[in-house]
């Protein structure tokens, strides 16, 4: 179902957009990055859903439902929601979607989706979980700044590298199925109820115009220019950051009277993602 046009306008507007930006590659850069710098991917109400042991569909799968909650609450959701939320979005400014799902970290089967948009002969990737800041197109290369990002092409099909904010490697993400619709992205997460990353404790990540910020378990992740640098963070300082991102007040005692702040706090580090392979760059 198309999202209503006074939705679509008050999302655009929260993202700086006073005008639906033109179905070009500029008006794409453009959306893109103000989402990669304004909407986060989270697992905040996912968490509530799963430790209150709520009925019915996990949160955020309906694109309007998303936006109203992000407007209201501040919160994103994890890749299914947000990308079905930001292919909706994109449909409604004109922009020729290709719901995608992908394998992250190449592990076989879908556990990732993500919207990809053709443009002017071009295929581009604008994910909003790796939250690249600018459309990737899905040729073999390296696009390298602040967030580099490679694609490569091997006989399995096409992997994107990408920085995920909280460790310095570069991780793969496999593309897989083109051209699915949202039942399949609604089938995956709720799949994803009975096992998944984000299943456990907080994780939650923006871009800010010269970092990236990931929240995962009780710690700060901050990537810059300088590399990745972590700090542990009590339950104070995670509200005050929550909140400093514009997290409600309504949304945090939630999160913590369900027990999801607690099992937070309580969580351990991942251990060290060691890959067995490298990016094209690295090899």
């Known amino acids: 179902m198309p999202l ?3 939705l679509v306008d008050a999302v655009l507007r929260r993202l700086g957009h006073w005008e639906r930006p033109p179905a070009t590659r500029a008006g794409l850069d453009a959306l893109y990055l103000a989402w990669c710098r304004g909407v986060p991917f989270d697992n ?6 799963l ?14 439902e998303f936006f109203q909650a992000w407007l209201d609450h501040g919160v994103g959701a994890t890749c299914w929601p ?21 394998s992250m970290l190449d592990l076989g089967p879908p556990n990732h989706g993500t919207p990809l948009v053709d443009l002017d002969g071009e295929r581009l990737l604008v994910d909003p979980a790796m939250l690249t800041e600018r459309p990737i197109p899905l040729a073999p290369g390296l696009y390298d700044d602040l967030l580099p990002v490679e694609v490569e092409r091997d006989a399995r099909g096409l992997r994107v ?6 460790h310095p490697e570069l991780m793969p993400c496999r593309l897989l ?27 939650f990540r923006r871009n800010l115009p010269d970092r990236v910020v990931v929240l995962r378990g009780a710690r700060k992740h901050v990537l810059d220019v300088t590399g990745v640098n972590t700090w542990p963070l009590d339950a104070a300082e995670l509200k005050k950051t929550l909140t400093r991102f ?25 251990p060290a993602r060691e890959f067995p392979e490298r990016p094209p760059s690295k090899r």
Do not use: H
């Not at 905040?44 to 859903?49: C, F, H, N, Q, S």
């Not at 949202?182 to 994780?203: K, T, V, W």
């Open 51 to 64: 430790f209150s042991s709520s009925a019915g569909e996990l949160p955020g799968m309906q694109p309007a």
């Open 44 to 49: 905040v109400r996912k968490l509530i859903a």
């Open 161 to 166: 590298w990408f920085p995920s904010g909280a």
């Open 177 to 203: 199925e083109e051209g699915v619709d949202e039942a399949r992205y609604a089938e995956r997460y709720e799949a994803s109820r009975a096992s998944g990353p984000f299943n456990g404790a907080l994780y």
């Open 4 to 6: 209503p046009s006074p």
């Open 82 to 102: 947000t990308s079905n939320a930001l292919a909706a979005l994109l449909e409604a400014c004109g922009f020729a979607v290709v719901r995608a799902t992908g």
């Open 246 to 270: 514009g997290v409600s007040q309504e949304t945090l005692a939630a999160f913590e009277a369900c027990g999801a702040l607690q099992a937070t706090l309580e969580s351990e580090p991942p």
